[in-house]
């Protein structure tokens, strides 16, 4: 079966580092995805991982170890903005398009 | 910037009724895909599409068709809409095997 799991709700202070795990079991795998999506909002990419390691775009990292099955998206430096949920996302084998499989995603509450 | 664009970001429909949902993108992208968002469940993948007449089932097809006449465009079929219908349905499209850019989404209430 396909399977992503991520937790559904995180707390985090302003100013802060938080860290959303996502852990996945998928028939095939060919990358792995991040978005962000406001309350009433549509998603919006963040991050992309083909390959083991650590990806660094300005406050958010984004990190994947294909062998464990995980991910996780660092967020630094927290802001009120970043109140949001975050969504996981496998793109799976086969066919001409990337069809995507998505967690449930995380919904982070940024406090004062 | 990509732009994808729905019809509608409210709709009210009644059981029954034939409903059609239309999502355009401007990026030339081959890609076009439909799903449904329910609290609890994520986004999960209705159709989508690799290009032009083409079509393929995702994983809740059922109660739904699309229509892909043009490449910038994707309609969603509601043939006969039913309560459990109710939703937030969120078009996506792509190029080749990159990320997804959607478009603002469109609540649909069946009563």
């Known amino acids: 079966g396909q399977n992503i799991d991520q937790p559904t709700e995180m707390t985090a202070t302003e100013g802060a580092i938080v860290q959303i795990n996502c852990t996945y079991q998928t028939s095939g795998f060919n990358g792995l995805f991040w978005y962000q999506q406001h309350a009433g909002e549509a998603p919006t990419f963040l991050s992309y991982n083909v390959l083991d390691g650590l990806e660094e775009k300005g406050r958010f990292s984004s990190f994947l170890s294909r062998s464990k099955g995980y991910s996780y998206l660092l967020l630094k430096e927290l802001q009120m903005k970043d109140s949001a949920s975050y969504l996981c996302a496998v793109e799976g084998h086969g066919g001409a398009t990337n069809k995507l499989i998505f967690g449930t995603g995380t919904l982070l509450a940024v406090q004062p | 910037d990509v732009k994808v664009t729905q019809s509608s970001r409210y709709l009210v429909k009644r059981t029954g009724e034939k409903v059609f949902l239309e999502c355009v993108q401007d990026?030339?992208?081959?890609?076009m895909f439909w799903y449904r968002q329910d609290p609890g469940l994520g986004l999960r993948l209705i159709y989508f599409s690799y290009d032009v007449k083409m079509k393929e089932k995702g994983d809740i097809p059922e109660g739904y068709s699309v229509s892909r006449e043009k490449k910038e465009r994707f309609s969603l079929i509601l043939e006969s809409a039913s309560t459990n219908q109710t939703s937030m349905y969120l078009c996506?499209?792509?190029?080749?095997?990159?990320?997804?850019?959607f478009g603002p989404g469109t609540r649909l209430t069946v009563t």
């Open positions: 996506a499209s792509s190029y080749d095997r990159g990320e997804q850019y």
């Open positions: 990026m030339d992208h081959e890609n």
